[in-house]
């Protein structure tokens, strides 16, 4: 099973850089590395997807290291609107081992 | 636009009735998935759909049932509500061939069982 282990919570302040870390040791070869965005009363949001070393789109980056037992989310100048709960999301096709981490509750604060 | 909805969005029922969760989606998505959300426990899988009259159990499938007699719909059932089945329902469907792809996520159903 690959496991995810990411920090409760987490403070920032506008406009800083965010990066959050999921810790999962026992990821497969063929597993994704996937991160959701919740804000309350919702459905979570695809922020991010990679498989290794750095992935980056309009919203945050992904860093990979070459062993690919963690990854990183960066939130880069953060606003009060990213306030939410991210998920780390661990797997792969055909296989019920997709697992959603416990969740990092961030808050921005102005 | 095509978007996934969840019906009803709050429902009260009592321990022991059957209750049917509806989730459409207008993606014509091929997977379809149901999650429970409890505070402290993220989201759970509850069962998934790679096709329509394919249906998976996922981690937490005891007391669920799931049926995909098309693209569009994956109807979750309980076949006699508990109160632990008190929770948050997501269903969320994605397009590729990687369970890993991106989903989906509709609004959630909030169900009560007293």
């Known amino acids: 099973l690959a496991k995810t282990t990411q920090p409760i919570s987490m403070d920032s302040y506008e406009g800083q850089e965010v990066n959050i870390t999921c810790s999962h040791n026992n990821i497969a070869t063929n597993d994704y590395i996937t991160w959701y965005q919740q804000f309350p009363s919702q459905g979570p949001r695809f922020i991010i997807q990679?498989?290794?070393t750095k992935v980056t789109n309009e919203v945050a980056s992904l860093f990979i290291p070459a062993d690919r037992k963690s990854s990183t989310l960066s939130l880069p100048r953060v606003s009060l609107s990213d306030t939410a709960v991210y998920y780390c999301l661990v797997g792969k096709y055909n296989n019920n081992d997709m697992r959603f981490g416990a969740g990092t509750r961030l808050t921005v604060k102005p | 636009d095509a978007e996934i909805t969840q019906s009803p969005r709050h429902k009260i029922t009592e321990t022991g009735r059957q209750v049917t969760l509806a989730c459409h989606q207008t993606w014509n998505h091929n997977n379809m998935f149901w999650y429970r959300q409890d505070l402290g426990h993220g989201l759970r899988l509850i069962h998934y759909s790679y096709g329509v009259q394919d249906t998976n159990k996922g981690e937490v499938s005891d007391g669920y049932s799931v049926s995909r007699s098309n693209t569009e719909d994956l109807p979750l059932t309980l076949e006699s509500a508990a109160s632990s089945q008190t929770s948050v329902y997501f269903c969320a469907s994605s397009e590729g061939t990687l369970l890993s792809d991106e989903q989906y996520f509709g609004p959630g159903t909030r169900l009560t069982v007293t």
């Open positions: 990679g498989y290794k």
